[in-house]
């Protein structure tokens, strides 16, 4: 077939008179100056900074609870507490609800990884990205300072919340766990956010502002948090999440929390880029439409 023929799905092309499906956004310079002086910036950098202060401050304490409920010196049943499902459910749940309260606002990223993924898609600017990422990392240390502030005695001797690598599992087992389930978040993202999903062809519609859900999308965002969880809290505690690994990490302070803490930064960072390069140059590489014959590959 001729590739002349050949045009990008959705495309604002002159033989269809810019009727499209759904709207394209604009890839995101690397450097936007003007951003730089609205207050709908700095706006966002607050949200995510207080979103994720909120998921450390409750998912750790989740965490701590557990582990004090299930400790055979304070409690002679083995089975109270909420459980790993229950762990696992608090990390989700509250993706979903801070992903749900803040994607209007700064597109409800919550994860340096995610946040990187977005970058390397040029959903977002350098600038954003990096103000982003300090502030995620700063919620989730101040998130985790509020636990210790509040149950010192339980923290410190509940761990604090830190990813560690589990006893019997390698550094390869471990960063293979982390790669792969930040893989599944950032491609849940990806796909769940994708502005062709308003095509009319699609069964399942997706309002989105930055690049992030408005509507539908924090929920399977949600789930695919929480199926990770289930499958790698007994490996690595689960990280998939730059910020949360290193708040707890900062506040715990122990040196086993710092041992393999690389991994819980090259990981996520590997992961994300793995979805990000699948999503965008495998998948999307066959979005196209033929004009010519009036077909659509999927």
């Known amino acids: 077939m001729d590739s002349e023929n050949d045009i990008e799905e959705g ?13 394209q956004p604009l890839a995101a310079r690397i450097i936007e100056v003007e951003e730089l002086t609205k207050w709908s910036f700095y706006r966002a950098i607050v949200a995510e900074f207080v979103a994720t202060f909120l998921f450390l401050y409750i998912t750790v304490l989740t965490v701590i609870g557990y582990k004090s409920q299930t400790d055979a010196t304070r409690n002679s049943d083995q089975c109270g507490g909420v459980g790993i499902l229950g762990v696992a459910w608090a990390f989700g749940g509250m993706i979903f609800v801070l992903v749900y309260n803040t994607a209007g606002i700064s597109g409800g990223h919550l994860n340096p990884a995610v ?18 990422i300090l502030a995620q990392c700063s919620g989730a ?24 690598l ?20 950032v491609y849940t993202v ?15 519609p997706v309002i989105s502002c930055f690049g992030m859900p408005k509507v539908l999308a924090p929920l399977p965002i949600g789930f ?3 199926m990770v969880h289930l499958a790698t809290i007994p490996i690595t505690g689960t990280g998939i999440n730059p910020a949360r690994s290193l708040g707890a990490a900062v506040m715990y302070n122990k040196k086993k929390s710092w041992d393999d803490h690389w991994i819980f930064w090259v990981g996520p960072m590997v992961g994300a880029a793995g979805a990000q390069f699948y999503y965008e140059h495998i998948l999307q590489a066959h979005l196209t439409l033929y004009h010519h014959h009036h077909h659509i590959t999927r």
Do not use: W
């Open 166 to 185: 589990s006893q019997g599992y390698g550094r390869g087992t471990g960063l293979g766990a982390e790669i792969i389930g930040t893989f599944i978040l």
């Open 190 to 204: 990806l796909s769940t956010t994708d502005p062709k999903r308003n095509a009319r062809d699609s069964h399942v």
């Open 115 to 132: 946040t990187f993924a977005l970058f390397l898609g040029r959903k977002v600017t350098l600038p954003r990205a990096l103000m982003y």
């Open 141 to 164: 240390t101040c998130g985790c300072g509020m636990v210790k502030a509040f149950q010192r005695a339980y923290y410190i001797g509940y761990g604090g919340g830190a990813n560690e």
């Open 11 to 23: 495309v604002n092309d002159p033989r269809n008179d810019g009727d499209k499906d759904y709207e």
């Open 224 to 226: 695919a948090v929480f």
